[in-house]
């Protein structure tokens, strides 16, 4: 099987500036995996609590980043998507790294 990096094949798409900008995103195929039930495990829990303790920072990011797409003339359409960088269970949560991608229109 043939392992892609995506982070090296598509950079503009995995390598954000730290400054809101728009890109064109590619039609790609995801895996998810969605489960049921109640999760458990000391490792599920810390990295919950990680991802918890990222998420403080997130409405004040969406704040601006609904500003920027407002003030070039765009508007939303469909909800944000959060990507992940950086391993929880490895990160400290104040070093991790998330990008925040809105689906956006011309008005």
Known sequence: ????????KLKK???PKGT?????????NYLTYTG????????????LNALSRRARD??????ALHGFVEERGYHLR????EIYMS????TPPD?????????IGKT
């Open 20 to 28: 809101p900008e728009i890109i064109d995103v590619p039609e790609l």
């Open 1 to 8: 099987m043939e392992i892609i990096d995506l982070r090296k």
């Open 87 to 90: 391993d929880p269970r490895r």
């Open 13 to 15: 798409l995995y390598s």
């Open 36 to 47: 049921r039930g109640e999760p458990g495990g000391n490792s599920y829990n810390e990295a």
């Open 58 to 63: 997130e409405p004040r990011s969406q704040k």
């Open 95 to 103: 070093k991790g790294k998330t990008i925040l991608r809105q689906p």
């Open 78 to 81: 469909g909800h944000h998507h």
